[in-house]
């Protein structure tokens, strides 16, 4: 009997906007590297049309890396909402040759 194992890049794929970082890490586990941190003052790269949530200057940001098959996989959270539970939601993922 043969089981069938997804490689990390299909999961990676199955990942959509408005996802939550719990369910992100039920489906890829841990990231290689996280990040908690700011849009800089004067920074209009949280605006970008790609972005499914938009993310103001000096608003918070999560990033998380995750290094598999040879590629670097970006995830982005959003803060989104006042809850405590999980209040990150996929705005925006991203796969590269090397890191960015």
Do not use: N
Not at 41 to 61: F, H, M, N, R
Not at 72 to 98: I, N, Q
């Amino acid at each position: 009997m043969s089981w069938f194992h997804p490689s990390f890049r299909r999961k990676f794929e199955r990942i959509k906007a408005g996802w939550s970082s719990s369910q992100v890490r039920s489906l890829l586990g841990e990231p290689t590297e996280a990040e908690d941190t700011r849009v800089p003052d004067g920074s209009v790269c949280g605006t970008q049309p790609a972005l499914a949530y938009k993310i103001e200057a000096g608003e918070p940001v999560l990033q998380w890396i995750f290094h598999a098959e040879e590629h670097y996989h970006y995830v982005w959270f959003a803060k989104v909402g006042e809850s405590v539970s999980d209040c990150w939601k996929v705005t925006m993922k991203l796969r590269v040759p090397g890191r960015l």
